[in-house]
């Protein structure tokens, strides 16, 4: 069973940074696609990044494009997202999820880690 644990939440002050990480373990193979997605209170969930595992394409939602970097170690089979220029309104519960080697949706979430970004 594939386990994602993230970790890098904290509160940062508008303009800062902050990167968080996603480890992954349980799995020998390697994924199709990792992505980081958001929540926050009151609004549905919001993709923001994805990589593809093997080549390392990126993608981006443009509310988070030029801020927010998305980058993997294979060998350590960890998923990173560096946010850069955070605003208040980035703030929420971040995850990251995995979509499997052959599929075309993201079958494994993490628990979720905090970020709130004061004005």
């Not at 199709?32 to 929540?39: S, T």
């Not at 494994?108 to 709130?116: F, L, M």
């Amino acid at each position: 069973q594939v386990q994602l644990v993230e970790s890098g939440g904290g509160l940062v002050q508008a303009g800062g940074s902050l990167r968080l990480s996603c480890a992954a373990s349980g799995r020998t193979y390697s994924a199709e696609a990792m992505g980081w997605f958001r929540q926050a209170p009151g609004k549905e969930r919001e993709f923001l990044a994805s990589i593809t595992w093997r080549a390392g394409n990126t993608y981006y939602a443009d509310s988070v494009k030029g801020r927010f970097t998305i980058s993997r170690d294979n060998a350590k089979n960890t998923v990173y997202l560096q946010m850069n220029s955070l605003k208040p309104e980035d703030t929420a519960v971040y995850y990251c999820a995995e979509m499997p080697r052959g599929y075309s949706n993201y079958d494994y979430w993490g628990q979720g880690t905090q970020v709130t970004v004061s004005s």
